[in-house]
């Protein structure tokens, strides 16, 4: 089944140390996204990509980062974690068609931050 | 965006019918209403959307209200398995460089009694 893929499901990091995140998805889908999910809250949209075009969230912190190398995979890089940004970080995806589509989540990952 | 506003929680009991309610007082005639349903430990699941007209679909029901400003998800029997938090979210079909992206409210906490 052509799905989204997140990896590692559980990630732990130790405070100020650069951390990546990945996802891919056989979709082929034009659009990812990467949201931010902290516990009992509802997700957060960080940034996305339309093909190569990057969107940035403006409320995202300059410490969040992306990569999209091709229309696969997409990359989430934290480049000094603090203790704030321990939470769930979800990947999605969506075609060109804005409205109609639903986006397809994966099942994230879930960043710890010793 | 346009904002959503939903009951933090509800109940329903196994076999029952659920109506989660939903209202998008603010919500612009290209918006789409799409229902979206996170289990515990998982990403976001589409559940529905639609536009004008109520849909169905083997997952759920949606009744949109003739002036748009409010709809219904109606799950037809619950199960222990629909648990969830359900989110109402509107997406945008307009131009620029939205691309579809969701914003989600705090959504409705669905408890299922056996």
């Known amino acids: 089944d052509a799905m989204v893929i997140q990896n590692p499901r559980y990630q732990v990091t130790q405070f100020g140390k650069p951390v990546t995140l990945s996802c891919s998805q056989t979709?082929?889908?034009?659009?990812m996204y990467w949201y931010q999910q902290k516990s009992s809250q509802a997700p957060k949209l960080l940034f996305h990509y339309y093909d190569k075009d990057f969107n940035n969230e403006a409320d995202t912190p300059d410490n969040f980062q992306s990569r999209r190398p091709n229309t696969s995979f997409c990359f989430l890089d934290i480049r000094s974690p603090g203790l704030g940004d321990a939470a769930m970080y979800l990947c999605?995806?969506?075609?060109?068609?804005?409205?109609?589509?639903?986006?397809?989540f994966g099942d994230g990952t879930r960043l710890s931050i010793l | 965006d346009a904002k959503t506003t939903q009951p933090n929680s509800m109940e329903s009991n196994e076999e029952e019918p659920v109506h989660l309610p939903c209202n998008h007082s603010?919500?612009?005639?290209?918006?789409?209403i799409h229902w979206y349903r996170q289990l515990p430990s998982q990403g976001p699941e589409y559940v529905i959307h639609g536009l004008t007209s109520n849909v169905n679909n083997r997952m759920a029901s949606l009744a949109i209200a003739e002036d748009r400003k409010s709809s219904t998800l109606i799950l037809h029997r619950a199960t222990l398995r629909d648990a969830a938090v359900y989110y109402c979210?509107?997406?945008?079909?307009?131009?620029?460089?939205?691309?579809?992206?969701?914003?989600f409210g705090q959504g409705t906490i669905l408890t299922v009694h056996p």
């Open positions: 603010t919500i612009s005639g290209t918006d789409y």
């Open positions: 999605a995806t969506s075609s060109r068609d804005r409205g109609r589509q639903p986006q397809h």
């Open positions: 979210i509107l997406r945008a079909n307009a131009g620029g460089t939205s691309y579809g992206k969701l914003t």
């Open positions: 979709l082929n889908h034009n659009v």
